[in-house]
């Protein structure tokens, strides 16, 4: 192949999957075509974030192949690392799926932007005619002179003294020597890496009679290169003779075993039935939080997040400790159910998503929580911490954002996964990752493991430290609900009213019923079953709600399970008896004119409906729009009203001025760093990137007429059953053709194939665009499934 482009261009669908599976930031967004993937692949980013994700072995593999001189077959590698051929083998497959080793030769050829994000390979520095390449000829000239005994014969230029220089380099046993064994230790510090030291004055003329000091001794016979200044460089021929030619220290082609918790693992089902119990503990515990901030929403923190005292407050409410509270906060932001209002003065506050969430079962809405815990890139451990600038980190702030913890709660999982029956020891966990992925970590990652842990026991993913089946099911993309659901208690409509006053929900109550106890009702104790307890506050809370006596009453006499006691009764009559005698309301505006029959005309114009107007003297209407609106509504009946002021004055205004108009919300699909993408969602950017391709060819205008959306209006059709038609299409992998509004209203076709619905939002592969996009669910107008699908 001649270049990189033209190598992925070569590679078959399933090749190019492998390649966007292990690197999903390639699709941040999804390229144009592979010219574009191969320029992104090539990127610094791109290829350290690769790196990261290489076990120690395939690392050393690949630095391996930076320090051997071209070429270097198969056997050479095999013998260099010590490992077997099937081991070297696998490592070399695994750097070609990455991208990372490319060509048609075995073992291939590093691709580009590789060497740059391994200086040092192996630990080593550069070779000698690169590491002396910015000496002078006159300083090669006394260099080699000394090494030699003589000087050059005839004209030498830097080209030739270089060359000479690596050959007396290449055997340094007696420069070593020579130079002392005061100097050994300096030399031994660099030989593993890294190669790079600092010395003061380290580009001093010194000369082999004269050098006084260690160093200068190291200067003089070319044991160590000035760089600058102030650094010196083990040239590499000189490391690997203080090797003994080895390349690596200790490298194990295979990884560290996973030893287990000592005692006998518990059996399968109690550990299945432990991770479902908390599992629906999780999710009832984020639908009493967000139940409650959708009626009293928490402020947003002028520094963004929430305040500690509010923290405090939901774990009060939800009676869980501080971080436990921390975690469902985080949780639900992740899985696109929280967000804040405005951008000033803003509050904590349920999405749209949320209620498109109540809507599905436990199952369902665990595994968007799942989900949404699994690809976050903030780290709920840290609230209430302390930066390095000794500042509090408060929940949902951006202090809580760590780079490296989605790879990190991934690999915890994966890894207790490989472990089968019976938890693992967090010591031999840690030692894995420290194998799985050298280049990633510190005191960061073994926090982020612990955290994990702790996390995944307290959303149900596993139980008495061993992953549960279903927790399996959703690492590896499989639905995990049939798994989980089995095992869930089925939602009551049925409670028990006693006669102290309290209602005792022997499991979880259906969705329409817990939201209607819980407004007529407190919650006293939570657990295997809820206990509610009814006070003349909580009735007046229905009621102020807009429920009458007999509504609480007949709903509490539909689904208990014994007739009604008396005291429960008498408590809602006496509290409606007195409910609503006085009335307090809010005015934001009024139309005043000096002709009451001019108001009993707009009055009776049906016209008038939507401006919300009622009487408050012959002369005055009072109206809850903002003055504004009810002008502009007032002008469209055809009157000519005006604004006042306070004191009565009227108001010359001015239009508005104009804005900019907003993005659209379908949106290129990006992905975090650390994500993984799922096997469909790959597809549909291998789709884009072959279209891509072929518009180039083609030219973009002819491609994208194959992908016209049908003729007439887009579809329409009722909330749910576009959700369900979403995702029936999604696991059929069919083409589907949907309506969809812009920010302004205006209505658009697409031809779509889908690839996930959640978190309030579709994502899939817009034929019409030949992009992957991401579209909000309310703004979809309808679905329609296409006939005439070439996929079918």
């Known amino acids: 192949m001649e270049t990189y482009a033209d190598w992925l261009r070569a590679r078959s669908d399933d090749e190019l999957r492998a390649l966007l599976s292990a690197r999903p930031e390639l699709l941040a967004p999804v390229p144009a075509d592979l010219t574009a993937l191969a320029a992104r692949a090539a990127t610094p980013g791109a290829v350290s974030r ?24 198969p056997s050479t590698l095999v013998d260099l690392m010590g490992a077997t051929p099937a081991q070297v083998d696998g490592a070399l497959a695994t750097l070609r799926r990455y991208g990372l080793v490319w060509g048609d030769g075995t073992p291939g050829v590093t691709a580009p932007g590789v060497r740059t994000a391994l200086p040092h390979p192996a630990g080593l520095g550069p070779p000698v005619q690169e590491v002396f390449t910015g000496y002078s000829t006159e300083r090669l000239t006394d260099l080699v002179t000394d090494l030699d005994g003589e000087a050059p014969r005839g004209f030498a230029d830097s080209a030739r003294l270089l060359g000479r220089l690596a050959e007396l380099l290449g055997d340094p046993a007696a420069l070593v020597d020579g130079a002392g064994p005061e100097a050994r230790p300096a030399l031994d510090q660099l030989v593993w890496g890294p190669p790079v030291g600092r010395v003061s004055d380290a580009r001093r003329p010194v000369r082999v009679d004269t050098a006084a000091t260690p160093i200068e001794r190291l200067l003089a016979r070319g044991l160590l290169a000035a760089e600058d200044d102030r650094t010196v460089t083990l040239p590499r021929e000189v490391a690997l003779f203080l090797r003994d030619g080895r390349l690596f220290r200790d490298v194990p082609a295979e990884p560290p075993p996973l030893t287990p918790v000592p005692g006998e693992p518990r059996r399968e089902d109690v550990v299945v039935r432990a991770a479902a119990g908390e599992a629906a503990g999780a999710v009832r515990l984020v639908e009493e939080l967000l139940e409650r901030w959708g009626l009293d929403p928490p402020p947003v923190l002028r520094s963004g997040g929430l305040a500690v005292r509010d923290l405090r407050a939901v774990a009060g409410l939800l009676d869980v400790p501080e971080w436990k509270a921390a975690l469902l906060v985080e949780v639900a932001y992740a899985a696109g159910l929280l967000t804040r209002s405005g951008d000033l003065d803003g509050e904590w506050l349920p999405t749209p998503a949320y209620d498109l969430w109540l809507m599905r079962d436990t199952a369902g809405r665990w595994t968007e929580l799942a989900h949404g ?107 995990p609900e049939p798994g ?20 005792v929900a022997p499991g979880p109550l259906v969705t329409d ?24 506050e909580s009735v007046r809370r229905a009621l102020d709600a807009g429920r009458t006596a007999a509504d609480v009453t007949g709903l509490l006499a539909r689904h208990s399970a014994t007739p009604l006691p008396q005291p429960l009764t008498y408590l809602i009559d006496d509290v409606a008896r007195r409910h609503g005698h006085l009335r307090v309301g809010a005015l934001a505006s009024y139309v005043r004119t000096d002709s009451s029959a001019t108001l009993d005309e707009i009055l009776a114009d049906r016209r008038s409906d939507p401006l919300r107007l009622y009487r408050l003297a012959p002369t005055v209407l009072a109206s809850a729009l903002q003055s504004a609106q009810l002008l502009d509504g007032l002008r469209a009946m055809g009157l000519a009203p005006v604004a006042e ?12 001025a104009h804005r900019a108009d907003p993005p659209p919300t379908a949106e290129i699909v990006r992905f975090r760093p650390e994500e993984r993408a799922d096997d469909s969602m790959v597809s549909a950017a291998v789709r884009a990137l072959r279209a891509g391709d072929e518009a180039a060819a083609l030219g973009a205008e002819q491609a994208r007429l194959r992908a016209d959306a049908p003729a007439g209006e887009p579809p329409r059709s009722p909330a749910l059953a576009t959700i369900d038609r979403l995702r029936r299409a999604a696991d059929r992998g069919r083409r589907v053709w949907i309506g969809y509004l812009d920010q302004q209203g205006q209505a658009s076709s697409r031809i779509v194939e889908p690839v996930r619905v959640e978190g309030g939002f579709l994502t899939g592969y817009d034929a019409t665009r030949a992009a992957v996009h991401r579209f909000a669910l309310h703004r979809i107008t309808g679905v329609s499934e296409l006939t005439d699908d070439p996929t079918a």
């Open 513 to 536: 019923l817990a939201r209607e106890l819980a407004l007529a009702a407190d919650v006293e104790s939570t657990g295997g079953a809820t206990v509610y307890r009814f006070t003349p």
């Open 50 to 73: 690769a790196l990261d994700r290489l076990d120690r072995f395939t690392l050393a593999v690949l630095e391996a192949l930076l320090v051997l001189p071209d070429p270097a077959g």
């Open 373 to 479: 815990w699994l690809k976050s890139d903030r780290a709920a451990g840290l609230a209430g911490e302390r930066d390095d600038r000794d500042r509090l980190i408060n929940a949902l702030s951006e202090a809580m954002v760590r780079g490296g913890a989605p790879s990190t709660r991934r690999a915890t999982l994966d890894t207790l996964g490989d472990a089968g029956r019976g938890a693992v020891a967090e010591d031999a966990l840690r030692e894995r990752l420290a194998w799985l992925r050298p280049r990633r970590g510190g005191r960061d990652r073994d926090r982020l493991i612990g955290w994990t842990l702790r996390e995944s026991a307290t959303l149900g993913l596993t139980g008495f430290g061993e992953l549960a089946p279903f927790a399996r099911d959703l690492l590896i993309g499989r639905d």
């Open 645 to 656: 002021s306070p004191g009565g004055g009227v108001i010359v205004t001015r239009p508005d």
């Open 484 to 503: 989980l659901e089995k095992y869930l208690p089925a939602p009551v409509d049925q409670i028990l009213i006693q006669a102290d006053l309290t209602a």
